[in-house]
């Protein structure tokens, strides 16, 4: 049995907390946050020890890995800790705030041996897994364009001061949008080497952006852009298009995935499921608790989920410079 620590045991702690309930192997021992009546909640709900500091938390002899959901800016501080005690990582997204940070992350983890991945949760998610597979059984060819975007109400119950500052790695993009550009990166299967993209806040009265447009240049050719809006009243939309050399895809995590050819949509069989975000959870959990009992890699390394962050540095650099900024590295 894996003993799991959850670090940041809030609303999407909770969520992790009922998919690990399900994956066979994993036990949650021990849960953190600095609110005592909230962490008390928690505990009693979802069981295991309670802790106010993430530090004792991780002296916790039968903690084996860590969920780290904590606040953006503390990823770095909390992830380097947990590798230095000998614990495995499942990391939110963002990865970190800057790069910089994730360099000093995967440092820290390759210096203590341990498992980091990096919960890019759309790699779990069943209309996104469809696509993949469609993509890698080569009919449709490359994906030469493509199309992401989230667009939902930003200030839901669970905002919080820290989402709404730069300086604490706030903002739609690395908070929700993130999830679009994953997606997009992920299903086009190549490098990023350019950047030009326009940012603010458009809806709130905020520092951190509510708002962001992408357009994304990949080292094979291929072209695509990013929409990341949290809107004041609405309707949510996510979903993607990917136009490829013979055919295309459509994601939409309301309906499935669709297959467009010869002017026709026609459904993906299997690739919709309701509650598909607990059930994407369970999924990024068994991925987890096999690598660490293998003893083999994780689906989504510490190298991919900088690699993110390299893009969306790179769109915040074009956002202040008002030019296509390229990406340091990319091939």
């Not at 990582?89 to 991945?117: H, Q, S, Y």
């Not at 469809?130 to 939902?152: D, V």
């Not at 669970?158 to 500052?165: A, T």
């Not at 540095?313 to 590295?329: D, L, M, P, V, Y």
Request: charged residues 20%; aromatic residues 6%.
């Amino acid at each position: 049995m894996t003993g799991i620590g959850i670090i940041g045991a809030g609303d999407f702690g909770a969520a992790h907390a009922r998919a690990i309930k399900e994956v066979h192997g994993l036990q949650l021992v021990a849960s953190c946050r600095g609110n005592n009546d909230a962490l008390a909640d928690f505990t009693g709900e979802h069981g295991g020890r309670g802790y106010t500091d993430w530090r004792k938390l991780l002296d916790d002899k039968d903690v084996d890995a860590v969920l780290i959901a904590s606040p953006h800016h503390l990823h770095a501080e909390i992830a380097i800790g947990a590798a230095e005690a000998g614990k495995h990582i499942m990391l939110e997204k963002p990865m970190a705030p800057t790069a910089a940070a994730c360099d000093a992350i995967n440092a820290a983890v390759a210096a203590g041996g341990v498992k980091l991945m990096v919960a890019h949760l759309m790699h779990f998610a069943l209309p996104c897994m469809a696509a993949r597979q469609m993509l890698e059984e080569g009919a449709l060819g490359r994906p030469l364009i493509g199309s992401s975007w989230i667009i939902k109400l930003w200030m839901e119950h669970n905002r919080r001061d820290w989402h709404l500052r730069k300086a604490t790695g706030g903002g739609m993009l690395l908070t929700a949008g993130i999830h679009a550009l994953d997606r997009l990166v992920w299903l086009m299967d190549d490098d990023v080497v350019s950047v030009s993209a326009m940012l603010g806040a458009k809806f709130h009265e905020q520092e951190a952006d509510d708002t962001a447009l992408l357009g994304l240049r990949f080292a094979g050719g291929g072209l695509g852009q990013v929409q990341s809006v949290g809107y004041r009243n609405g309707a949510t939309t996510y979903a993607m298009d990917l136009v490829c050399e013979q055919g295309t895809l459509r994601i939409d995590m309301d309906r499935g995935t669709m297959l467009g050819r010869d002017t026709v949509w026609t459904d993906l069989p299997g690739s919709f499921e309701p509650n598909w975000m607990h059930n994407a959870l369970v999924r990024e959990w068994t991925a987890m608790r096999d690598a660490i009992a293998d003893d083999s890699s994780v689906p989504i390394s510490g190298a991919y989920g900088r690699k993110i962050i390299g893009i969306i540095e790179a769109a915040f650099a074009s956002n202040e410079t008002r030019r296509e900024h390229e990406i340091a590295g990319a091939r």
